[in-house]
């Protein structure tokens, strides 16, 4: 199978404008994720919608493509990156894009080679998840859980606890059950990017703001490989501040 990674990358943000361009000692954080994501994958592409990244990849030597600025989720400017970028490698055709977040500075080329091993004929998405290992971690909204069925594919994601521990003491829940936490690195074939992202908007999506409760809702499995690698996300100027801190250590 071919792969391509793509990054979205959009300019405005409410927390951080301008967050790919940020400077980690010396680099760009768009920069940063380009060139860890192209130890891992052959093909790499920055998908944009601010003039102001484009010329910056373009500086560095990346491959970057502009897209439109009124996608709601970074899936959607995938699709519509794999539709501009292909035609640009008549030599080879994608089979699987692997959509990787731009504010991710320290992706490791493990977690995407992972992603990479997941795909045979029976996978058409795939994600990451790790076991929490801290109650803070366990009771944060905003880390994302899922629970998974036998073969390893998603049964739900959710911003709440999942399972619930109707017998524990909520202090021994994290030592009590292996709670997984998503982790937002998504691969899908080509195909299957296009079918997802002419889906509504579903009812189990809107609940918790987790698109990819859509695609379950709509019967379309989602395969989660585990692993132990964190990742590390910047969402405001006070995690780039800690991210510095990271380099300099």
Known sequence: MNFIGIIPARYASTRFPGKPLAEINGK?????????ASK???????????????????????????TLDTHRSGTDRCAEAIRKVQPDYPEVTFDVVINIQGDEPFIQPEQLRLLKSCFDED??????????????ELFNPNVVKVVINRSNRALYFSRSVIPY??????????????YLKHIGI???KVSTLKEITLLSPSSLEIAESL???R?????????VQQTQLETIAIDTPEDL??????FER
């Open 211 to 213: 698109e990819q409760n």
């Open 28 to 36: 760009s954080m768009i920069q940063r994720v380009y060139e860890q």
């Open 186 to 188: 998504y691969a899908y």
């Open 165 to 178: 521990l109707r017998n524990a003491d909520q202090a021994d829940w994290v030592n009590s059950f292996r």
């Open 40 to 66: 891992a994958l052959e093909y790499v592409v920055v998908a944009t919608d601010d003039e102001r990244i484009y010329k910056h990849v373009e500086g560095f030597g990346g491959k970057v493509v502009m």
């Open 215 to 223: 695609w379950i809702e709509n019967e379309y499995s989602i395969y």
């Open 241 to 246: 501040e800690k991210a510095i801190r990271y």
């Open 123 to 136: 996978v058409a998405i795939a994600t990451l998840a790790k076991p929490i290992s801290s109650s803070d």
